[in-house]
């Protein structure tokens, strides 16, 4: 029969295991984006684009955060739309879908906090910009020149051409790697 006295502190010793496995939090994945998911980068007839609006509205969807930070995201996301078209009708709803269609609990490439695994809501501020420091510098507008087409007419479909070419991904499923330069 084993030592009594080895094994007392096993189960201490299988408790501090566990809980330490318990407290790892969730790793960021690296930034992503495809432009205006689910909806058009532009107009090429008006000769209007929207899709650096996405590009930023992904980088903030991408982080996640508090529910407040997720409605200053798309606050900002219909106002710089406005501001490229100046047609209100599209900004707001554009503002409704990202509101109604973005949650973090829906499983999908888009929604709020995207960059976390799924189901990763509750990690803590602290947690989170730890793992955002850890990223590689960001170069958001080489990642909307990647992600909405360099000369093509806004609207084109050519970021899609291009996020398939440098991924592999098909058009339309996920969010495609962003360059971190130019």
Not at 81 to 106: E, I, K, N
Request: proline share 8%; glycine share 14%.
């Amino acid at each position: 029969m084993p030592n009594r006295r080895r094994l007392r502190h096993l189960p201490a010793v299988l408790v501090i295991i566990l809980l330490s496995a318990c407290s790892r939090h969730p790793r960021l994945s690296p930034f992503t984006t495809d432009g205006c998911s689910l909806f058009p980068d532009g107009d090429s007839q008006r000769g209007e684009s929207w899709c650096e609006c996405c590009v930023d509205h992904d980088y903030a969807y991408w982080k996640g955060g508090k529910d407040s930070e997720r409605r200053a995201a798309d606050s900002a996301l219909g106002a710089c739309v406005y501001r490229h078209t100046g047609d209100s009708v599209l900004a707001d709803m554009v503002y409704a879908g990202t509101r109604a269609g973005g949650s973090g609990y829906f499983p999908t490439w888009y929604r709020w906090g995207y960059g976390w695994p799924y189901g990763a809501e509750a990690v803590p501020d602290s947690v989170r910009q730890r793992e955002i420091g850890r990223q590689p510098p960001m170069d958001l507008q080489a990642s909307a020149r990647k992600a909405c087409g360099e000369g093509g007419p806004a609207g084109s479909g050519g970021r899609r051409d291009s996020l398939q070419a440098g991924t592999g991904d098909s058009p339309g499923t996920k969010k495609g790697p962003a360059e971190a330069g130019p």
